[in-house]
């Protein structure tokens, strides 16, 4: 059976850092509610010369130079975002402008846990023979859509993109099992409010020039305690596997409290479970890659070793995969890594 391995990976969060002792000068909270509730400790914000399309560039070309690809050798780019620059066109297709080739492009939304779902989408166009290589991205700057007067969710989010190239190999690599789900009843606890083709007939939020993030956070707080550990239990089964087989749990970064939930109820220990929320907050789509990114980074991930993804978000929506990391069995001779952008399948 084919697989779609992980052979390259890179991130890109902006310059600007909001720390908690800044958010203190802004709205009514202290370091010392932030950190206890959180986790967080600053987070990275978009400033006037950066947007999405730029953070998700830069986070492919580091992950194409770590494949070792050019961009026209890609066959396939999926953008996971609910913070695309414009709507037509995709944001895909803005990232493939600036990073040359004719890949195929498309978007897909499905919030935080976005990069999960591109990863699997992703993954069988390669498992299926379609296609040889195809970039992942999930990048998000939700501080544009956060009201800086509001104490209960400014805190939360930052901004940033995380990028990943899959490719073909014959051995078992990548996504190894996936579990997607939604609660789309439950979306009224985390939207954007009139942010789309629909127009509002309230004059309140047509007058609002660009509309702001509303969220119930304990109902997502439950929400995500519960879904998490579902979720990566069901991966984890489906790929044939149990928690003692896993090396690392990669986590939505969202809150300190939810991931150290989650990893009691699936009873891993904590230095199986990533976390670097304190440095970027809740950077939605790019939260997963960006972990992924760092995990590898800092030398704790091996050829070979199991990874479990879970994600959570607006939707309401959950996501999890077994990753098996590593690049074995991927041709790097230049014969076998051709052209990309044709149609193969
Ligand atoms: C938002 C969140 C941190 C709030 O933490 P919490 O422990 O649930 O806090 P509560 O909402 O119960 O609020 C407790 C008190 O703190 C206050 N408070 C809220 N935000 C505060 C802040 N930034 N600083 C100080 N006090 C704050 C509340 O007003 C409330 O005060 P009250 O008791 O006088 O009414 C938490 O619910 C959460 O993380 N939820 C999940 C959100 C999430 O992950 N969203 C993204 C999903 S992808």
Excluded at 93 to 108: I, P, T
Excluded at 167 to 184: F, N
Excluded at 218 to 224: I, K, P, S
Aim: with cysteine.
């Amino acid at each position: 059976m084919r697989h779609a391995a992980i052979s390259g990976w890179g991130m890109a969060v902006p310059e600007r850092i909001l720390s908690n002792s800044d958010l203190e000068r802004m709205v009514e909270t202290s370091d010392e509610w932030i950190v206890s509730r959180t986790g967080i400790k600053e987070r990275r914000v978009v400033g006037p010369g950066d947007s999405t399309t730029s953070l998700a560039v830069a986070a492919a070309r580091q992950a194409l130079d770590r494949a070792g690809l050019a961009a026209d050798q890609i066959d396939l780019i999926v953008v996971a975002t609910c913070t695309p620059d414009q709507f037509l066109v995709s944001q895909a297709c803005l990232v493939q402008a600036e990073l040359g080739g004719n890949a195929g492009a498309f978007d897909l939304g499905a919030a935080c846990s976005g990069f999960v779902y591109a990863l699997s989408t992703a993954s069988q166009f390669v498992q299926t023979g379609c296609h040889e290589r195809v970039l992942v991205i999930g990048v998000d700057t939700l501080t544009r859509f956060v009201d800086y007067t509001d104490r209960t969710t400014c805190i939360l989010f930052g901004d940033g993109a995380g990028a990943v190239v899959l490719e073909a190999t014959d051995e078992p690599r990548g996504l190894l099992s996936t579990v997607l789900g939604a609660d789309g009843a439950g979306a009224k606890h985390l939207y954007i409010p009139g942010w789309g083709a629909y127009v509002p007939e309230s004059a309140a939020l047509l007058a609002e020039p660009r509309p702001h993030l509303q969220m119930n956070g304990q109902e997502v707080f439950r929400f995500a305690v519960r879904v998490m550990g579902e979720a990566a239990g069901a991966a984890v089964e489906r790929a044939g596997l149990t928690f003692a087989d896993i090396d690392m749990l990669i986590p939505h970064q969202a809150n300190a409290r939810i991931i150290d939930a989650a990893a009691r109820t699936l009873d891993l220990p904590r230095d199986k479970v990533w976390m670097n929320l304190d440095r970027y907050g809740n950077t939605s789509a790019a939260s997963i890659p960006i972990a992924l990114h760092e995990a590898e980074a800092a030398g704790r991930l091996r050829e070979g070793d199991n990874l479990v993804l879970v994600a959570f978000g607006g939707g309401l929506s959950w996501a999890a995969g077994v990753v098996r990391w590593g690049t074995a069995g991927v041709c790097r001779d230049p014969e076998c890594r051709g052209r990309g952008g044709a149609a193969t399948g």
